[in-house]
């Protein structure tokens, strides 16, 4: 009878931990946004745009928009994640300067492995914390 007990009370505690996690990812929207501003910042560090591609260096043969990383936000709202690019990058990340060279910074159509990876380290860490993986 004991050995019952022992496991009901388990998987009562299994239950309890499985309601959690319709909660986490909301609980774990800020976090990820955190991540993905660093993968932003990163990424804008070595030139490239979303994708991976370099960005078409300056006129001058410098590397464009070095302080970009401070013209983007990316905040959680909810379970969504915003991400914003203010201020002058905006246009060169549209491609609406002189040239027409569109330099993209934050990801438009899709999220690329990069993205998707820094979501799935916050996530699978946090997944195993509320079921109590070790």
């Excluded at 078409?56 to 994640?81: F, M, Q, S, Y």
């Excluded at 934050?106 to 999220?111: A, D, G, M, W």
């Amino acid at each position: 009878m004991a050995n019952n007990a022992a496991a009901f009370a388990a998987l009562d505690e299994q239950i309890r931990r499985l309601r959690a996690v319709q909660g986490l990812a909301k609980d774990a929207a800020p976090e990820v946004a955190d991540e993905l501003k660093k993968e932003l910042d990163a990424q804008i560090d070595r030139g490239q745009g979303p994708d991976g591609k370099p960005w078409a260096k300056r006129d001058d043969g410098r590397r464009p928009l070095r302080n970009a990383a401070g013209a983007v936000t990316v905040k959680a709202v909810g379970t969504v994640i915003v991400a914003r690019v203010t201020g002058h990058h905006a246009y060169h990340h549209r491609g609406q300067t002189r040239g027409n060279v569109a330099r993209p910074i934050i990801p438009t159509n899709r999220l690329t492995e990069p993205f998707t990876r820094a979501i799935k380290k916050v996530l699978d860490r946090r997944f195993a914390e509320t079921m109590g993986a070790r």
